[in-house]
């Protein structure tokens, strides 16, 4: 390949970028429950951080008017999409199909990097992102971590490109756009950020290497810029709002210190805290990768990945890689381990593209019939495709009615009483509020997994239902709850498949003031 063929390798032709635009949307339509092909989106996670956009545009402030423990910016999304729609999902859903289009934009130029493909292999990244939307840890669509990946890819092809294309640091204008993306990733939530340290820590080590200091200085006052421009709007919306306190409370305090860590039994070296971190991280991908193959397959195909990223280009690929993944792996499980963290790693599965397209370059060479070729490859992943999304776990809620959800039956009773106050006592915000088109008149307003270490949040609400505050109770279905001021007016079950692809039934009794 020449030199100009090289520099040209990541750049996409206007209708790759229109197809993979195109195919993102219509993946993430198929098996997100914010599209518009789904009555409703049943993610309790989902649903709180939409309570907070909707707070916000009625000038709440999270934290302290409405309490949630994930990052301002994830709020502030959810506000353009509650400006988009306040009574639907349909603004999430086009910020899914955006960064759904970003991943699949990023991909391919990452694959263009170390192969020049055939021009029909560009249907490689449909069933590659079809595969990574319906992994069950995607659940209803709409967490943190699906919005997230697709920037962690932008800041891999970065680092992957400056390795392809120059002396493996990257360039002063890239800084600045690894700065507004760390800058991001920390303000959603900052376990987020794992990637990003351990891609300075490859910065780092390569210029010391080197004694390449003006130009380390250099990267790191870009990068500097482009974490100030994200932070400084949010922290002046805290500021004159008068909240900073509550953020710090709220988003860092709590969050670090609130939450128990994970104990290991490890004993002897593997009692030292690196390695004790390192021996649960690679315990979890395991059980992770046991519980959805599909997750596991495609960790285990970008493993193998990396080793067709070319002999000129293999260790400082393996060094970024590695140092990227177990830091980012090792900082999302300090903690605990809840089953949708590890789907942010899903931003290094791009690589899988690469020995793909290769395998079907080369047995292009080998086919007489280039026409047939064609034909068949792309018959055959327009099947894989299609089965692919037909089997999402989410097909079982596709083209029902809002009469087919839970919620909108309870919303139903409470839109009889004018303004009503509602609380979801014992359980999440499953979108009770959404669905009535009501929002909290309480901080804390409804079951947060902080909550057994933060006792304020259920001395609030027992002291405001012993007041009979609330207008209506939401709980969970076998809840049997004894307040002298609240009667049981409505029970509802409906059934639906959970993340682990499980058939159950999930149920809500509500509560009305007496």
């Known amino acids: 390949m020449s030199n100009l063929e090289q520099k040209n390798s990541g750049k996409l032709t206007r209708t790759e970028l229109i197809f993979?635009?195109?195919?993102?949307?219509?993946?993430?339509?198929?098996?997100?429950?914010?599209?518009?092909?789904?009555?409703?989106?049943?993610?309790d996670d989902v649903n709180c951080?939409?309570?907070?956009?909707?707070?916000?545009?009625?000038?709440?402030?999270?934290?302290?008017?409405?309490?949630?423990?994930k990052g301002p910016l994830l709020y502030l999304i959810y506000a353009l999409a509650a400006l988009i729609s306040e009574k639907t999902f349909v603004g999430a859903w086009i910020i899914e199909s955006v960064m759904a289009s970003v991943f699949s934009v990023f991909s391919w130029k990452t694959a263009k990097l170390f192969v020049t493909p055939a021009r029909f292999t560009i249907a490689l990244v449909p069933v590659l992102t079809s595969l990574i939307y319906t992994v069950y840890m995607f659940n209803f669509g709409g967490n943190a971590e699906e919005l997230c990946f697709p920037?962690?890819?932008?800041?891999?092809?970065?680092?992957?490109?400056?390795?392809?294309?120059?002396?493996?640091?990257?360039?002063?204008?890239?800084?600045?756009?690894?700065?507004?993306i760390t800058a991001a990733l920390f303000w959603i939530k900052y376990t987020f950020t794992g990637f990003m340290i351990g891609f300075c820590i490859y910065i780092l080590v390569l210029s010391v290497k080197r004694k390449s200091f003006?130009?380390?200085?250099?990267?790191v006052w870009r990068f500097l810029c482009g974490f100030i421009i994200v932070s400084v709007p949010i922290i002046l919306y805290?500021?004159?709002?008068?909240?900073?306190?509550?953020?710090?409370?709220?988003?860092?305090?709590?969050?670090?210190?609130?939450?128990?860590?994970?104990?290991?039994?490890?004993?002897?070296?593997?009692?030292?805290?690196?390695?004790?971190?390192?021996?649960?991280?690679?315990?979890?991908?395991?059980?992770?990768?046991?519980?959805?193959?599909?997750?596991?397959?495609?960790?285990?195909?970008?493993?193998?990945?990396?080793f067709f990223t070319g002999r000129k280009n293999l260790k400082k690929v393996l060094f970024l890689f590695v140092v990227t993944f177990l830091i980012q792996s090792v900082v999302i499980y300090l903690k605990l381990n809840i089953y949708y963290y590890s789907y942010i790693l899903s931003y290094c599965f791009c690589l899988i593209l690469i020995p793909l397209v290769k395998g079907i370059n080369a047995l292009g060479k080998a086919f007489k019939n280039q026409m047939l070729l064609k034909v068949l490859t792309c018959a055959l992943l327009l099947t894989v495709y299609s089965i692919t999304l037909l089997l999402n776990k989410n097909m079982f809620l596709i083209f029902k009615s809002k009469d087919d959800v839970a919620q909108y039956r309870i919303a139903q009773t409470i839109n009889k009483t004018p303004d009503a106050k509602v609380l979801t006592y014992d359980v999440m915000d499953s979108g009770f509020f959404t669905a009535a088109g009501v929002l909290p008149q309480n901080r804390f307003f409804c079951y947060l997994n902080i909550e057994h270490g933060y006792s304020a949040i259920l001395e609030e609400q027992k002291r405001l239902i012993s007041e009979g505050y609330f207008d209506y109770i939401v709980t969970d279905y076998s809840s049997e709850s004894d307040w002298d001021n609240y009667e049981a007016v409505q029970t509802e079950q409906d059934p639906i498949v959970d993340f682990r692809g499980t058939k159950r039934y999930i149920g809500y009794k509500l509560y009305k003031r007496i």
């Not at 951080?49 to 423990?69: A, C, M, S, W």
């Not at 962690?152 to 493996?168: H, N």
């Not at 909240?243 to 860590?261: A, D, M, P, Q």
Request: proline share 4%.
């Open 214 to 219: 003006a130009r380390l200085w250099s990267l």
């Open 49 to 69: 951080f939409f309570t907070l956009g909707r707070g916000i545009i009625h000038g709440k402030v999270p934290y302290r008017d409405l309490y949630e423990q």
């Open 20 to 43: 993979l635009v195109l195919m993102a949307t219509a993946t993430i339509t198929v098996v997100s429950t914010c599209s518009p092909l789904y009555p409703f989106n049943l993610w």
């Open 238 to 306: 805290f500021l004159v709002n008068g909240s900073v306190k509550y953020l710090w409370e709220g988003y860092f305090y709590n969050n670090i210190f609130l939450y128990h860590n994970v104990k290991s039994t490890a004993t002897g070296i593997q009692s030292i805290p690196v390695i004790s971190n390192i021996y649960i991280t690679v315990i979890y991908l395991i059980v992770i990768s046991l519980m959805y193959p599909v997750f596991g397959a495609l960790l285990i195909l970008t493993l193998i990945s990396l």
């Open 151 to 180: 920037l962690i890819t932008v800041a891999f092809y970065i680092g992957l490109r400056s390795i392809v294309e120059g002396d493996g640091l990257p360039e002063n204008k890239d800084a600045i756009v690894c700065g507004l």
